[in-house]
């Protein structure tokens, strides 16, 4: 787990700390510091931080998490920031949950007149810290998020899925070809997946696929975050040889409760930065 050390001091207004002194701080708790190097970000000195999270704290695979246990250590307050309320307009999502069993929580909402492009320097720089390429405002925002909060989410393109999207287990496909152009053979019964009423639209948890992948042409899209029995995502990504920043994350203990902020962030975030309006009901199955 990678973190910048402005991030932490900005979420514990009271650190006096100095970066390394933090991360050996947080050495001694368990979280073992990896490494610490010096970098720029909008353009001031800043420090990245690599910590070895245990199994047992998914909660601190996000720079939230991390900010907690800071405060903790130190015996100071936390600011974590607040998204705003997602506004609820328009029609009901057609989502169903098959796979009932195996999905822990499902929240999804749709977003029209969205704006998609190149995303601002900030971002890229930021993504670019976690070794990721930047694809696009909308895809580098998810991961934003995922990074601050640990809760990883999926775009999917409204306007390429036909009909009813569900989350199901794979009976009908034998692959997937993935976002990054590779194809994947899918051992079926065992898979969950996202699909609409024609296509496979991503291995839940896993990985996304082409057939409504998120590009500068998209302008209506629906934001999704699911938590789901986590030996059957560890066993899929083992099995698929598919280890990705969602799959490290969602095999592992995430507390469903938190989805909701993560989601309000999230919706935030891409309100700000593409322009676009919560245009459905949220879609909620969390029995």
Known sequence: ????????????????????????????????????????????????????????????????????????????????????????SGDQLDIK???????????????????????????????????LNSVNLLVDLSNYVMFLTGYP?????????QGRIKWSLNKNFKELITLLGT??????????????EKNIIALAGLIGGQEAEIDDKTDTLIAEMAIYNRAVIRKNSRSLNIVTEASHRLEKELDPNGVQ???????????KYSGGKVTSQPFEFYP
């Open 1 to 88: 787990m990678k973190v910048l050390f402005s991030q932490i001091k900005e979420l514990v207004p009271g650190l006096k700390a100095s970066a390394k002194e933090m991360g050996e701080s947080l050495s001694l708790t368990g979280f073992m510091m990896e490494s610490l190097t010096e970098v720029k970000f909008k353009g001031h000195r800043d420090y990245l931080l690599s910590f070895e999270i245990r199994q047992n704290r998914a909660d601190c695979l996000g720079v939230f998490g991390l900010a907690k246990e800071v405060a903790a250590y130190y015996g100071l307050r936390v600011k974590l920031p607040e998204g705003k309320k997602i506004t609820v």
């Open 97 to 131: 949950v098959e796979a009932s069993k195996l999905v822990k929580r499902v929240l999804a909402v749709k977003l029209a007149g969205v704006k998609n492009g190149d995303s601002p320097d900030w971002l890229k720089e930021y993504v670019g810290f976690h070794g």
């Open 153 to 161: 989410s999926h775009l999917i393109d409204f306007n390429k899925t």
């Open 183 to 196: 194809t994947v053979p899918l051992k079926q019964d065992q898979e969950i997946i996202i699909r609409d």
């Open 261 to 271: 902020s993560a989601m309000e962030l999230l919706v935030e975030l891409m309100e």
